[in-house]
């Protein structure tokens, strides 16, 4: 579960759109790695004189501006972070207001992320705030800040992050992953040859959907139904809506608010969305009141937690579950469908993971949490195709509480560091035949090391995912279920799909895949 979510008609909305964080421009030249275990006594004791933002060299704004608007980078700014790789790893942005220091390199990757102290923040989320600040909503995980944002993290984590409390949410992905085999099984039958699925990352992300709703807010929304229910249609659409439009109201002049149509469109989007969550958080403290009455015991799932835990105000329930399902549907959906493009590819390994999961779990029964420990390919292939599609391609750090150290650099507080992390890891010092599907590098016996922050798609420390476990979760118990029942091929009639930036890394085609019975 990543920030942010997108709607499954994404590749209909989101043309020409990119997030604020996804900027790169200027580099600098450092050393091959970051100098992080020194430089701090070296200025205390010797009072050397620290280089700055300024001394970082690099391109100029115009030759920025012509990569990403002329030559079309816009979309793909991943691959622009590869293109950049020459200069160093480390180099510097400046955008409008925006003033980036961008890191290509794990170990100053990993000194920026150990110094961010308690209260670090992703990146300004300044329009997200002017919509609750209009509307008198609370903030949630996402727009919080500093103290507050701790103490909300703090609260949600709880129910989330431990792995054992993620086994608690087992049985209700099972009954989503279920649903979705009938799905596959449906569209199957539909197609022409009687086996295809087309553009199964709309599949993915409808079943993602279902699956985070229902952990969330206790109840189904009907997204792996044939026909989604309107309100359900509604709420998926109007999350393409508003990241569509905070894209123009992001970098627009704040006086274009009154003029044109898309600020009105931005707020429109998230009244929706509030309005969606809003609704299921008050049928269940409906649910939860006349089990109150009836004398019995509330024992909660997330939702009701949260709602029973007497840490979170009701408008800061509100905030906190329409954020989190926003960010709980790419990891799984983009993942499961690179993972299974590529496995479609190489039948020796899909064959090897249909062995290693007959194995752990006999024909006729359904896969289970604890069974997975038994699955470490299977593991390893997530791993792998995480590696290669971090679903945030660039991610971005303000560390506010202190200056950062790096090498013979040092950066004041509130300076915005963009990670990443797709150029990281695919970088051959990194990774050996780094744009390669290798899931057994990530195996035991693969022998094959790599620094532990050259790959990091759930993020690290006290910002990272708040929701990983259960999206880990979902999707090992998804794979394996596919595997055991279907072999993957890849549509003859497809080309090779690549990856690009719709705010989060997606393909750029729609994947279609042939799923043959076993």
């Known amino acids: 579960m990543i920030l942010p979510a997108r709607s499954f008609y994404l590749a209909q909305h989101f043309k020409g759109t990119i997030s604020p964080f996804l900027q790169t421009c200027r580099v600098s030249v450092l050393p091959p790695r970051a100098l992080h275990g020194t430089a701090a006594a070296e200025v205390g004791e010797g009072g050397k004189k620290m280089k700055t933002f300024d001394d970082l060299p690099g391109p100029s704004l115009f030759t920025n501006l012509y990569w990403f608007f002329i030559r079309g980078y816009l979309l793909h700014t991943h691959e622009l972070q590869i293109k950049y790789k020459h200069y160093g790893p480390m180099f510097r942005s400046v955008v409008g207001r925006y003033k980036m220091v961008n890191i290509m390199d794990p170990e100053i990757l990993e000194a920026v992320l150990r110094q961010e102290g308690k209260y670090p923040m992703r990146n300004e989320m300044d329009i997200w705030k002017d919509h609750r600040n209009k509307r008198n909503l609370s903030y949630g995980p996402l727009t919080e800040e500093g103290h507050r944002w701790h103490s909300l993290r703090t609260t949600l984590n709880k129910k989330m992050l431990k792995p054992s409390e993620a086994k608690i949410y087992a049985g209700s992905i099972n009954e989503v992953v279920s649903d979705l085999m009938e799905r596959i099984q449906d569209l199957r039958r539909e197609s022409p040859s009687g086996n295809t699925v087309h553009d199964i990352t709309n599949v993915f992300y409808r079943f993602a959907f279902e699956g985070v709703s229902y952990i969330v807010f206790e109840t189904r929304i009907g997204c792996m139904n044939k026909q989604i229910p309107p309100e359900s249609q509604k709420f998926i659409d109007s999350i393409g809506f508003m990241l569509k439009n905070s894209v123009y109201v992001t970098y627009l002049p704040l006086w274009t608010r009154k003029v044109l149509p898309y600020w009105r469109r931005y707020m429109e989007g998230w009244d929706n969305i509030f309005d969606f969550g809003k609704k299921l958080v008050d049928k269940k403290m409906s649910e939860i009141q006349s089990r109150l009455e009836r004398g019995e015991e509330v ?220």
């Not at 390893?380 to 599609?389: G, Q």
């Open 299 to 518: 024992q909660g799932e997330y939702l009701a937690h949260l709602l029973s835990s007497g840490k979170l105000s009701l408008p800061e329930v509100y905030g906190s579950v329409c954020e989190l399902l926003l960010a709980g549907v790419d990891t799984t959906s983009n993942t499961l469908s690179w993972c299974l493009y590529h496995l479609a590819q190489d039948p020796e390994l899909q064959q090897s993971l249909y062995d290693e999961v007959t194995r752990a779990v006999p024909m006729g029964r359904i896969p289970v949490a604890d069974e997975i420990t038994q699955m470490p390919l299977l593991r390893a292939v997530i791993k792998e195709t995480l590696r290669l599609y971090p679903v945030v391609p660039i991610n971005a750090r303000i560390i506010n509480e202190k200056e950062v150290t790096i090498g013979d650099y040092q950066f004041p507080k509130n300076t915005l560091f963009v990670l990443n992390h797709y150029a990281i890891s695919r970088d051959e010092n990194n990774f050996q035949q780094p744009e390669k599907f290798l899931p057994q590098r990530w195996l035991r016996s693969g022998k094959m090391k790599h620094h532990p922050f050259s790959s990091i798609p759930f993020g690290f420390g006290v910002r990272a995912c708040v929701g990983r476990r259960i999206a880990e979760l979902e999707m090992h118990l998804a794979l394996a279920r596919i595997i055991k029942t279907f072999e993957v091929h890849y549509d003859s009639q497809g080309v090779e799909i690549k990856p690009m930036v719709r705010i989060v890394l997606v393909p750029s085609t729609p994947i279609n895949l042939e799923f043959v019975e076993r």
